[in-house]
């Protein structure tokens, strides 16, 4: 499928072609991922890919997260201390269908330590686990919301993994 997307001048070369290169990856994948998504949600994210010029921008200066989108909008802001050309392909990936599910429309809870069960459970983290699996990879990220017991504790665990998305969204 024809894809618009469009790049900010700031955008690494190198990124811009990573980028380029994984989208139609993940739109395969999230539109094939009928174990943890529902049609209509599947058909809500292809039609971002086919209604709307997609924007990458880079993050502000002093926002610390990997990546954020508009909600409903059409414009996802990239960290570029945090994400490069040179990230595995599980991270654009998980950047990338994370981020476009909230140009989607759907959101998650902003400040997931106060209800990590709840975060896991939306559509943006729940394509990020698609994006993964069907990529031959486990989720590194399986169950670790849900057994979670002390909130320091699972902060730690999480966020000491690689690829794990900070989104500011
Ligand atoms: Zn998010």
Known sequence: ??????????????????????HPVVLERIT???DHLDEAIRESFLGVYRDKIIRHAPLPPGKNAVAEADIGGREMRINL????????????DRMLAHEVMHLA??????QRWKDPARYARSEPVK???CVTISGGG?????????????IGKFMKKIESKPGFLDCGS
């Open 1 to 22: 499928m024809l894809m618009n997307l469009e790049f900010d001048d700031k955008i690494p070369a190198g990124l811009k072609a990573k980028i380029k290169e994984r």
């Open 32 to 34: 094939s991922c009928s």
């Open 81 to 92: 201390k945090r994400v490069s050309g040179e990230s595995p392909d599980v991270v654009i």
């Open 105 to 110: 429309g759907y959101r998650h809870i902003k």
């Open 127 to 129: 394509a990020e686990t």
């Open 138 to 150: 486990q989720d590194p990220f399986k169950g670790i919301f849900e057994k979670m017991d002390d």
